[in-house]
Structures are given as structure tokens and as C-alpha cells.
């Protein structure tokens, strides 16, 4: 989403097919804005499908990924920020460690489970 360190920014919601950068807030907090725009911070959901262009080579080694890479935005469950990507090989990092001038593109919008489905699945889960 937004991560909380961002809330004191203006933000809007991400739009599928939009090109966007990774941009150090005066905060410190790495998030994503519109190129030419970088007091809005943009919000993406979870589950949201990125392609990222210009990952550092220092990253590139670290995580073994290429310089561009398909992506899914994730929340974290550890750390001090919790917006984060995943790799195809199952690495994840905190949205700070990309730094800033990280190109994404938002390639599918992550879509809601509706909420019948989400508590028949809750209900499934919990007869096994």
C-alpha cells in the first residue's frame, strides 16, 4: 500500500500500464512516484504485479536477479517498513533496499477476493 512512513506525503492509487520510479522522500523513505511528480507518493496494492528496470548491480549480484525483473509487490512481516517486492526466485526485500531511480512499471492490479469467496475459504480452511 502505502507504507506508514508516507503518510504525511500526498498520495494517490496506482493505475495499471503507468510507469513509475522509486523516489527517496524527504522523510528517508524510499516509495514510488510519477516521473516528474515527487512529492506524490503512489500506493499499490498488495499482490500487484510490477516490472522493475535499473536494479542496481550491487542488488543484482546480491539477490542473483538481471537488471530487469517481473515483480509482485508484497507486505513484509519483518523489518521496520513493511512494502516490499518479490522476485520469480522467491527473494524479497524491503522497497528501501531498491533505493531511488528504480524504474516499475505496474503490470496487473492486484485483484480483491470477493467477500463471499473470502469466507467460504476461511470456512474451508477451517473443516480440514
Known sequence: MCD??????????????????????????VGLSAPGDCTTAVCVQYDTHLRLEN??????????????????????????????IRFANGKEISLQLLGSGVGATLTAIAKPIPAAAAVRADILEHID
Open 55 to 84: 536494479i542496481s548491480g550491487d542488488l543484482q549480484t546480491r539477490l542473483g536477479v538481471k537488471a530487469e525483473e517481473d515483480v509482485v509487490f508484497a507486505r513484509l512481516e519483518h523489518g521496520a517498513y513493511r512494502d516490499g
Open 4 to 29: 506508514y512512513s508516507l503518510e504525511m506525503y500526498a498520495s494517490r492509487p496506482a493505475r495499471e500500464g503507468e510507469r513509475y520510479v522509486t523516489t527517496r522522500f524527504p522523510s528517508g523513505s
